[in-house]
């Protein structure tokens, strides 16, 4: 391979850090009018009036909107809709839209706004909240039995606060109207999903609709679903009949795209003695919003894990006056994570074996829910090579035991798995006679480098340098992608790229049989590198591929290319897998806690980028460290209000609260999953560290912390 | 935020006059604190008047101590020899607040009249007696982890986010300032911020339009023995949950003299007069200092939330007399 496999740096690097790179509020559009979003101040209840007479006096101010006047959605599903009518269904929904020539002229109308509310009484807390049933996988074995007749059994509760996805780039969209069509620049994981949205909602068709988003500032999630802002923008702009643009602050986005949910775990493990797992009941229950039901499965991340025979995973949802909860890095698995591998860290205790050693006796070697062989799991290589490279073996077993000056020290493990997926996807390549190539697909960039690995893919299969390749995404106009979650996005994108390279190459290898006396070459033997198709066993088989464009009468060819996961995957389980080590060091008298040192070794198929690959390792490892000590969106119950809607009182690590961290990568040659054997691990790097720091505090103080953040009050 | 008249002053006369002729006016230093407010729609002044093109960002010595311009910057201050050889724990405070680029546009000035960052006072749909007098205190009952464990009263119990001025009250510093006329008049440190007592909207002593112009600190022998111990949610950019300011003078082990300040405890710098008294004269051991901290925090009146800090106060005295007297070999 000549670009697969090595490091490359990102190739929008320098567009981005010199600001040519366009987010969604950054396009310029003329004569655009600006919308400040008004918020109701209760959590539950009507609108019994709402006075805009003050505010619509304000210069620059063109037009309000609210339930009263605004833009009805034509179709409807159970997601939240601002304006639709006077119900109050989370405290901060948005009561109106205040439209004027500038920003600020908006914002300071929009504070003039005055509503009148009828109260009703609201619940935010997911213990008290009513619940639904949501259960995801089957009981497997006899659970209850089995949990009753084991040597030993351990039982523990852990909660997880809600969280915010609090990526560096607000929200944004800018919409502009011809006559029924709408066009709008949007911060979106999948145009296509906001495409369908808004056609639905307007009841006008898809074609009709455009949506670019070609580059955002992280998302993690929080622009996965549509949200509620791109379809207020544009019903302001159709009403207006000027292009709008609506930005959230920072403070909106914590109500405006969902969330992490609360959740409370409880699981129960009995084992034998010599340590085998012989029943878990993993009971979960996520705070959800009144009017939907979102679902995460927390308790579904180690059912493939361990080779237990008795397995249940009850799942509840608490319908909460909060506005619904969405994906967010390692959706459920992080959670679930930190329950199961806090617990078998428990276990581990309480057998006194090794927590290393504990998750190899219980190593699943097939897919105990379907007994289905792994398509590839180095994970027993991931301890190994993880273990040694961190000196796991020094580890003294007794918590209190390790200690650096007046620092307690603790060595934690935990194990992360997330779903190899790969969904239909489809890309369009157009190499052109002069030896360039533009490839399209309307998938997004996020941050993991997309617009890098895609292009390394096309470039390696059409043998062109990446610099003659133009990839564009992020864009209506081009082939269907799925959205950008599920760390699905390469072996997704990527094997359309290498299916539609391919096809070029079997066009261009047909007209050489045909012109150029390929006969007796198979397309198998044959390669396109620096401009030429020739065969890699016969020398004298060459031909340039100008040539054979020219001899046809063509100056490029088009393929449009859709990928499909393949029926074999069917007959396997395909999961990326991980192993954290920790260390941390504790001041005990002022309970701060410093993450000294990660060492990460993940099983996530082939690596095809290091460098952007190392990258999101590394990120998704800071994220835990600042999911396990730091991160908590608190809420005020009397008002049913988040409370710490700022990046001041919402803690994210600090470039002084990330020591040592290293990532390994164990190559796996998995061809079942797709032919370039794509793993994702934009999720799978963040999934056990939470549990493993929780674990090295434990190590540490011999405090159990089941309650996330572990913070400063927890250890004193 | 709300339409404003913005004005730039030549002379610290014009300046005060200004301010004082408008009950709703504010100075604008560095800005790193009312813009957000403003922003936020808490701070509501109907003029700003600029004083950044005042001649008051002199950093000298002065009878032996040092005289810090109130809009010499915070990363100025810090970085000054005067500062860094003579009172370093000044040094040590400033650079443990806020970030890199706020403390490179943040004034000494300004730093003191930092408002508490409770997300009450943040939040104009919230009650709050500082920013609306007598809608409430929604903090009382509310989420009040970071809130005052001393001298708050039942109108406020916000905190005073600064930690530069933890080390100023330490410091036994004075606050120099000036009104419209043009008197002059010096302000013990101690006296300078206030407890909220029935009027928490007053963060301060100052009058409408009496500018700071300077912050002294007299001549002291603490240097080689002081210490500003910040404990935090996060390593960096975080506020306060409990800091102390401590310095110490001692003939052998012990001690002549002592300062004890606190930070993120109550609505002001929280001199500990009670542990200093206690340690006059005793040996600088652990025990001692535990014994100094026991008394100081015997006093406090922690809330549901925050009862973690009164412990946590406790060791964090004791820590910072200990980093001040041995440093690392603590």
Do not use: A, G, L
């Given at each position: 391979m000549r670009y697969i496999g090595k490091e490359m740096s990102r190739v929008d690097g320098v567009a981005k850090v010199t600001g040519q790179a366009k987010y969604a509020a950054e396009f310029q559009v003329k004569n655009v009018a600006y919308g400040f979003i008004v918020q109701s101040t209760i959590a539950k209840g009507s609108i019994k009036s709402i006075d805009t007479s003050e505010a619509e006096k304000q210069s620059g101010v063109i037009k309000i909107f609210t339930h009263l006047n605004s833009v009805k959605r034509k179709d409807k599903d159970d997601a939240f809709c601002a304006l639709q009518n006077e119900k109050i269904v989370f405290n901060g929904q948005p009561i109106a839209l205040v439209v004027a020539e500038s920003f600020e002229q908006a914002r300071f109308a929009a504070r003039l706004v005055k509503a009148e509310y009828l109260k009703e009484a609201h619940l935010t807390e997911t213990e008290k909240a009513p619940t639904v049933d949501s259960r995801g996988g089957k009981v497997r074995g006899n659970p209850k039995e089995a949990l009753q007749n084991a040597a030993v059994r351990i039982s523990a509760e852990y909660t997880i606060p809600i969280e915010h996805h609090n990526p560096m780039e607000p929200h944004a969209a800018i919409a502009m109207w011809d006559g029924d069509k709408l066009s709008i620049f949007d911060k979106s994981q999948g145009v296509k999903e906001v495409q369908r949205h808004l056609a639905k909602s307007f009841g006008i068709a898809t074609e009709n609709v455009s949506v670019v988003s070609p580059f955002v500032g992280g998302a993690f999630g929080a622009s996965l679903n549509p949200n509620y802002y791109p379809f207020l923008t544009a019903a302001a702009a159709r009403e207006i009949k000027r292009p709008v643009k609506v930005n959230y602050t920072r403070r909106q986005m914590f109500t405006g795209h969902g969330y992490r949910p609360y959740t409370i775990q409880k699981v129960q493990i009995g084992a034998s003695k010599d340590g085998k797992l012989q029943a878990i009941i993993h009971e979960a229950i996520g705070n959800t919003s009144t009017f939907e039901d979102f679902s995460e499965t927390p308790n579904g991340f180690g059912r493939t894990l361990y080779n237990c025979p008795n397995y249940d995973t009850p799942y509840k949802l608490a319908k909460t006056d909060l506005p619904t909860p969405t994906w967010m890095r390692a959706p459920g698995a992080v959670s679930g994570a930190f329950a199961i591998e806090s617990a078998i860290d428990e276990l581990a205790y309480e057998l006194k074996i090794d927590p290393l050693q504990l998750r190899i006796i219980n190593y699943a070697e097939k897919d105990p829910d379907t007994g289905k062989p792994f398509s590839s799991k180095a994970l027993m290589e991931c301890f190994k090579q993880g273990a040694a490279k961190f000196g796991w073996e020094k580890r003294k077993p007794e918590p209190r035991s390790m200690r650096d000056g007046k620092w307690l020290v603790g060595w934690g493990t935990a194990t992360g798995t997330w779903g190899a997926m790969q969904l239909p996807a489809s890309i369009r390549i157009t190499l052109k006679a002069d030896g360039t190539a533009n490839v399209g697909s309307a998938t997004a960039d996020i941050g993991p480098g997309t617009y890098t690995v895609i292009t390394m893919i096309a470039a390696e299969f059409l043998g062109?340098?990446?610099?003659k390749v133009k990839f564009e995404l992020g864009d209506t106009k081009l082939p269907n992608a799925p959205v950008q979650g599920g760390s699905f996005t390469t072996a997704s994108v990527g094997s359309a790229a290498h299916g539609a390279a391919l096809n070029i190459k079997k066009k261009l290898f047909d007209f050489a049989v045909r012109d150029f006396g390929f006969a007796g070459v198979s397309v198998e033997d044959t390669e396109m590198a620096k401009g030429f198709l020739f065969s890699k066993k016969d020398n004298s088989k060459s031909v340039a591929i100008a040539d054979l464009m020219k001899k046809n009468n063509l100056t490029e060819i088009v393929e449009n290319y859709t990928s499909m996961p393949s029926k074999e995957r069917n007959n396997y389980t395909s999961m990326a897998h991980g192993a954290q080590f920790v260390e941390v060091k504790v001041d005990e008298d002022l309970g701060i806690i410093k993450v000294t040192k990660v060492i990460e070794a993940t099983a996530v198929g082939k690596i095809m980028n290091p460098k952007t690959s190392h990258s999101q390792e590394m990120g998704g490892i800071v994220w835990g460290i600042g999911m396990a000590l730091q991160e908590q969106t608190e809420i005020d119950h009397r008002y049913g209000k988040m409370m710490t809607t700022n990046l001041a009182d919402y803690h994210i690590p600090s470039n002084a609260d990330v020591h040592t961290v290293e990532t390994d990568f164990i190559e796996e040659d998995d061809k079942i999953i797709n032919p370039l054997g794509i793993k994702g691990m934009g999720e799978l790097c963040l999934v056990g560290i939470p549990a493993a720091i929780a674990n090295a505090v434990f190590h540490a103080t011999g405090k159990r912390i089941r309650t996330l953040p572990i913070t400063i009050d927890k250890i004193l | 935020m709300r339409p404003f008249k913005y004005e730039r002053a030549t002379d610290a006369a014009a300046a005060t006059k200004a301010v004082s002729a408008n009950s709703s006016a504010k100075f604008l230093a560095g800005g790193t604190n009312i813009l957000d407010l403003m922003k936020e729609d808490v701070e509501r002044p109907t003029a700003l008047i600029d004083i950044t093109r005042l001649s008051l960002s002199q950093i000298r010595s002065a009878n032996g101590g040092v005289s810090l311009g109130a809009l010499a910057k915070n990363t100025d201050t810090a970085n000054h020899p005067l500062v860094r050889q003579n009172f370093p724990l000044l040094s040590m405070a400033i650079l443990a607040g806020a970030s890199g680029q706020i403390r490179n546009m943040a004034t000494n000035g300004g730093n003191l009249l930092q408002r508490t960052r409770c997300p009450y006072f943040y939040d104009v749909a919230m009650p709050c007696n500082k920013r609306e007098p007598n809608s409430g205190c929604a903090a009382m009952e509310g989420l009040n982890r970071m809130h005052a464990i001393f001298g708050w009263s039942e109108k406020c119990i916000a905190v005073y986010p600064s930690d530069m001025a933890v080390a100023l009250a330490a410091l036994d510093a004075t606050v120099k300032v000036q009104d419209a006329n043009g008197k002059e008049r010096t302000i013990n440190f101690g006296d300078f911020h206030r407890l909220p007592e029935n009027s928490p909207e007053k963060d301060t002593n100052l009058t409408n339009g009496e500018l700071i112009t300077s912050i002294e600190i007299p001549k002291n022998n603490f240097a080689g023995k002081s210490y500003y111990l910040k404990v935090r949610d996060r390593a960096s950019y975080a506020f306060a949950l409990v800091s102390v300011a401590a310095a110490l003078e001692t003939n052998g082990n012990k001690i002549k003299n002592v300062r004890i300040a606190m930070g993120g405890v109550a609505h002001k710098p929280w001199r500990a007069m009670e542990a200093e008294k206690m340690l006059v004269g005793k040996e600088a051991t652990e025990a001692n200092f535990k014994m100094a901290a026991e008394a100081e925090m015997k006093n406090a009146k922690p809330l549901e939330h925050n009862k973690f800090k009164v412990e946590l106060g406790k060791r964090a005295i004791v820590r910072a007399l200990s980093m001040a007297m041995n440093g690392d070999k603590a």
């Open positions: 062109i340098s990446p610099e | -």
